[in-house]
């Protein structure tokens, strides 16, 4: 389900990093999504399984948090307008707070079709 990340490759090499920061900044910006006051994880469609579950898992807070803000957002499409500066998400407020509980769900689904598919050996006891 998760994308393929180039986040290690890249803060591994300070001089890219020194390039590609300003550029990711750009970019976020760009795409507008902060100007309605949603974060970056608000963006993920809910259409699979995995993510269904782990909007079961957010905490009440961050789960209320994110319906209010998806919701501040379509209304702010509706009457085609932005939020106001002081609304919209700042950058130190756009972190991850859905992805980690994806990567944990992925991860136990990996798990669980591991153990499914191992085939167990009985061993055969020598008479003596």
Not at 56 to 64: G, N, Q, S
Not at 93 to 108: F, H, M, R, S, V
Request: hydrophobic residues 35%.
């Amino acid at each position: 389900m998760s994308a393929p990340s180039m986040t290690k490759f890249i803060t591994k090499r300070p001089w890219l990093k020194r390039w590609m920061v300003p550029l990711a900044n750009w970019y976020a910006d760009a795409a507008g999504y902060r100007k309605l006051g949603l974060r970056a994880d608000d963006l993920i469609p809910e259409e699979s399984d995995t993510v269904m579950l782990a909007l079961k898992r957010l905490p009440p807070k961050e789960a209320y948090d994110r319906v209010f803000r998806l919701r501040r957002a379509f209304q702010c499409s509706l009457s085609h307008q932005l939020l106001p500066k002081d609304q919209q998400t700042k950058p130190e407020d756009d972190y991850l707070y859905l992805t980690p509980y994806i990567k944990e769900i992925e991860a136990e689904s990996r798990e669980r079709g591991d153990l499914e598919a191992m085939i167990v050996n009985k061993r055969k006891q020598n008479k003596s």
